[in-house]
Nanobody, 123 residues
Framework: QVQLVESGGGLVQAGASLRLSCSASGLTFNGFAMGWFRQAPGKEREFVAA????????YYADSVKGRFTISRDNAKNTLYLRMNSLKPEDTAIYYCAKGSTYYYNTPAEFGSWGQGTQVTVSS
């Protein structure tokens, strides 16, 4: 059974940085692309970033490009999201998710969601 556990969220001021982590178990971690998504109050869940199985290729939503960095450590079965220059509009619950293959294709292919970690950015 796939289990994804996010951590690292918190309350920060605009301009600050945070690093989210997602610890994975119950899967062959290096066999799948992984991704981060977020859901703000009253809004639908949206794609944030994705990374291929080997970490070589990464993909970002336009809203976070240049500020967020997704990475992974396959030896530790852990996915990361480094978030710099945070803005109030980044406030959301952040989820990690497992892709369906080695390579990222579309946000729709992700599943096996974690419980999420809250990120709140004050102005």
């Amino acid at each position: 059974q796939v289990q994804l556990v996010e951590s690292g969220g918190g309350l920060v001021q605009a301009g600050a940085s945070l690093r989210l982590s997602c610890s994975a178990s119950g899967l062959t971690f290096n066999g799948f692309a992984m991704g981060w998504f977020r859901q703000a109050p009253g809004k639908e869940r949206e794609f944030v970033a994705a990374i291929n199985w080997n970490g070589v290729s990464t993909y970002y939503a336009d809203s976070v490009k240049g500020r967020f960095t997704i990475s992974r450590d396959n030896a530790k079965n852990t996915l990361y999201l480094r978030m710099n220059s945070l803005k109030p509009e980044d406030t959301a619950i952040y989820y990690c998710a497992k892709g369906s293959t080695y390579y990222y294709n579309t946000p729709a292919e992700f599943g096996s969601w974690g419980q999420g970690t809250q990120v709140t950015v004050s102005s």
